[in-house]
């Protein structure tokens, strides 16, 4: 993934969380706001220190940016997305990870038609 197509900084995380919606599983948490003339979504991650430690954090990273480079032609562009990961997210494994982000994005309308 780019960095260009990453969101990095405090401020742009705190509109997200504020002006943007969200929706959860059990695994995930995403929040997502609409943003015009945006050519390309951009994806943020938090993965928090409870969740273990630096190369179990890491690792969750790797697969979520991971299943955001194969769904990249299904997201919707004009996107900003951030993705939280919660506690029972660092027992699975990859494919569960991408059936839950699949799901997140499905429920929230980001995939394209």
């Keep these: 993934m780019?960095?260009?197509w990453r969101i990095k900084k405090n401020s742009e995380f705190q509109e997200v969380f504020k002006k943007g919606a969200s929706f959860a599983n059990r695994q995930?948490?995403?929040?997502?706001?609409?943003?015009?003339q945006q050519d390309h979504y951009r994806i943020g991650l938090s993965v928090s220190k409870k969740i273990g430690n630096a190369v179990v954090r890491n690792q969750v990273k790797r697969y979520i940016r991971q299943i955001f480079h194969e769904l990249d032609e299904k997201i919707k562009n004009e996107y900003d997305i951030i993705i939280i990961a919660r506690q029972p997210a660092?027992?699975?494994?990859?494919?569960?990870?991408?059936?839950?982000?699949?799901?997140l994005l499905?429920?929230?309308?980001l995939?394209?038609?």
């Design 2 to 4: 780019k960095k260009a």
């Design 28 to 36: 995930l948490v995403i929040y997502f706001l609409h943003k015009d």
């Design 90 to 103: 660092k027992e699975m494994d990859y494919y569960q990870f991408k059936k839950s982000v699949s799901h």
């Design 106 to 109: 499905f429920k929230t309308k």
């Design 111 to 113: 995939l394209k038609n």
